[in-house]
């Protein structure tokens, strides 16, 4: 970070980063791995596959109603060299969903496939809220049913467990978008308006005039009271009872059922579901997902039933912090070699290289400072083992490893190093 009591020198550039956007230092790094590795072991234990995309997309894809006006408003988009509108994508579904129909008749069924993919959206920054994050992508695809929304629900939980989380610390709200539709036809809300009457249901929590304002979007007053108090009437469905049951089995039990779940998305068709932290210092969602049965129809095939959700790094982060669940940071490096004389330089590297082939990461010091200076680097950087090279380790061909948290020494050599190394790293 620049300093803050000085500007920066006229024609410097900044080293702020972009607004919205992070940089990773290693032990953000560190935490990041944490979690993506945590999120990817959880999705293959279910058996699902790993793919990736390219950020970039055409623009169209998100005007052909894949996404909801929400993320559209909040796109980067730019018009390439080759005067073709591309947009960095704001969600992963659209191109999962165009991937699986591109090669619908290939792609044995059910398939289950995860990614974790950066996404953009201009968002106004906040905490939970950024304009670029990393979401894990899980979706089955060619199954309907509660079997299959459970999988997906299970993958949610057994994510929030493998971080050490229990089930006091969150909770899975589940609506159903049947319910919508169901209340949608007993007041007679016009087809082309439910849509956008759904998305301002899913801001609702955010809005204090809520009623009015679904007063002035369906311009009928006695309508909107109607459509209010069906919603607060209704508790819950058979449906999702039969899911709950579903979950518990799998012994998942922080399901509620929250009809005033309903997600942005034009795109669902069934169950939805977020998962919140219990922490009220989060506000903002660490899960959002459910069922979309027509969304590959678009791409001009048969409509394949899918289930699945998007889970946030940034949230993901705030939830381990909140809960003192984070991990304390361990370098990749297990050894630093100190030179105590310059003319001991080659000698360090060629036992650097002899240590690397039997595995063990071993940076070399090359800043010429006193041996003191270079092991309080060493422990700064939290190396956990040092071993000073001179002219006496080079004649002898004996070294002395220093663990840096006991103060423990052993003098061994070279063959010796990486089995006491990995012995002692346990
Ligand atoms: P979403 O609710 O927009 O859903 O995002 C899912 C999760 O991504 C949120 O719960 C949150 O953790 C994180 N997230 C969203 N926006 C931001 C942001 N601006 N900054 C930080 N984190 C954020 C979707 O995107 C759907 N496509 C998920 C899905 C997959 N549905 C079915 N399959």
Redesign the pocket.
């Known amino acids: 970070m620049a300093p803050k009591d000085k500007a920066p020198k006229k024609d410097c550039v900044s080293t702020e980063s972009y607004k919205g956007v992070r940089d990773f230092y290693p032990e953000d790094q560190f935490i990041q791995r944490y979690i993506f590795e945590h999120m990817e072991r959880v999705c293959e234990l279910f058996g699902y596959e790993e793919y990736n995309a390219s950020i970039l997309e055409h623009a169209e894809l998100y005007r052909s109603k894949t996404s909801e006006e929400i993320?559209n408003e909040q796109t980067y988009t730019f018009t390439d060299r080759g005067d073709r509108e591309v947009t960095l994508r704001?969600?992963?579904?659209p191109t999962?969903a165009r991937m699986i129909a591109a090669k619908a008749r290939e792609i044995p069924l059910p398939a289950r496939w995860y990614t974790i993919a950066n996404?953009f959206?201009y968002?106004r920054p906040q905490r939970?809220?950024?304009?670029e994050?990393w979401?894990l992508?899980?979706?089955l695809v060619g199954v309907s049913g509660a079997h299959a929304d459970a999988e997906i629900l299970a993958i949610a939980h057994g994510i929030m467990m493998s971080f050490g989380a229990t089930e006091r610390d969150f909770e899975i709200r589940i609506s159903d978008r049947r319910i919508l539709d169901t209340i949608y036809d007993s007041v007679r809300i016009d087809l082309d308006i439910r849509a956008q009457v759904t998305r301002l249901l899913d801001r609702r929590a955010k809005m204090d005039d809520f009623e009015t304002v679904i007063m002035e979007a369906l311009g009928n007053a006695e309508q909107a009271a109607a459509l209010i108090d069906h919603l607060k009437r209704t508790t819950s469905t058979s449906y999702l009872e039969e899911l709950r049951i579903e979950l518990e089995h799998m012994g998942i039990n922080n399901m509620v059922v929250d009809t005033k779940i309903t997600?942005?998305?034009d795109y669902?068709t069934g169950m939805v579901f977020?998962?919140f932290d219990s922490d009220p210092a989060n506000r903002?969602?660490?899960?959002?997902?459910?069922r979309?049965d027509n969304l590959l129809s678009l791409f001009g095939g048969d409509p394949i039933p899918?289930?699945?959700?998007?889970?946030?790094?940034?949230?993901?982060r705030d939830f381990l912090e909140s809960h003192n669940l984070l991990p304390s940071y361990v370098p990749a490096t297990e050894l630093m070699i100190a030179i105590i004389e310059e003319s001991a330089t080659s000698h360090a590297m060629r036992l650097a290289q002899d240590l690397r082939r039997e595995d063990v990461t071993v940076a070399v010091n090359f800043s010429s400072k006193k041996i003191g200076d270079q092991i309080r680097q060493a422990d700064k950087l939290k190396i956990p083992f040092v071993i000073a090279v001179g002219s006496q380790e080079r004649e002898t061909g004996r070294y002395t490893i220093k663990n840096l948290a006991t103060g423990h020494e052993i003098t061994l050599p070279a063959e010796r190093i990486a089995e006491h190394l990995f012995s002692a790293l346990g």
Not at 90 to 93: L, R, V, W
Not at 128 to 131: A, D, K, S, T, Y
């Open positions: 993320v704001p969600e992963m579904t999962f996404v959206r968002e939970g809220r950024l304009r994050h979401q992508n899980a979706d997600r942005g998305f669902y977020e998962v903002r969602s660490l899960f959002g997902g459910g979309y899918s289930v699945g959700f998007g889970m946030g790094d940034v949230t993901a």
